[in-house]
């Protein structure tokens, strides 16, 4: 169960994420299947067959275990009652900055990218992924850019995020960035609730 200063408190970790299927390398790439480390059991010789956890990551770390596991043929499954409660919205924990967050998972799949032997099909999937989370990471730039009134350069972002994600709010993003931005500079408070709905 979720607590915490955020909007997601009083949820199951499942109705904001469900799980759906088996945990295979592939429903776990895709976000079909999703870990919170901290509701989770794992054998330790598994963790030592996987190669343990990489130290490089300052950031979703685990995400990038449950990838390793599932690489590697661990059996992965999941439990829907409650089993634990989770307290998230904290100011200073490290998962309050998006951007941050997407940043650190555009760097594992990079690195599972580059450095993992996956088989054609895989890289396949995995590129796709790679596209899709590096355009979530240009909007959630984009938006910090505009709170900040930086206009030009969210649009930029915004622009790069759109190419791939295709979304009706954010072209009228853009084009009140385009046409309007001194009207958009007056009004930046009303952008608030506009870049909530973009996620």
Same mark, same amino acid.
């Given at each position: ?15 904001? &994420? ?25 054998? @330790? ?13 300052? =950031? &979703?770390?685990?995400?990038? =275990? ?20 989770? @307290? ?12 941050? =967050? ?53 649009? =930029? ?43």
């Amino acid at each position: 169960m979720i607590y915490g200063d955020a909007p997601e408190a009083g949820k199951t970790f499942m109705q904001g &994420c469900p799980s759906t299927g088996p945990v295979t390398f592939e429903s776990v790439l895709a976000e079909k299947c999703q870990i919170p480390i901290s509701g989770t059991v794992v054998r @330790r010789q598994a963790v030592i067959n996987a190669g343990l956890f990489d130290e490089r990551l300052a =950031m &979703c770390d685990d995400y990038e =275990m449950w990838l390793r596991l599932a690489f590697h043929g661990a059996r992965i499954t999941y439990y829907l009652n409650v089993l634990s409660r989770i @307290r998230i919205g904290r100011p200073s924990s490290l998962s309050s900055s998006k951007s941050k =967050m997407v940043a650190a998972y555009v760097n594992i799949l990079s690195i599972v990218k580059t450095e993992w032997n996956l088989s054609a099909e895989r890289q396949a999937l995995l590129a796709q992924k790679l596209r899709e989370v590096e355009a979530l990471l240009a909007l959630e730039l984009g938006k910090e850019l505009l709170r900040k009134g930086e206009f030009g350069q969210a649009r =930029m972002q915004l622009e790069k995020a759109n190419s791939h994600l295709g979304r009706r709010k954010l072209q009228l993003a853009l084009f009140g960035l385009r046409f309007a931005p001194a009207l958009t500079a007056l009004t930046v408070k009303k952008w608030e609730r506009l870049m909530e709905s973009l996620t």
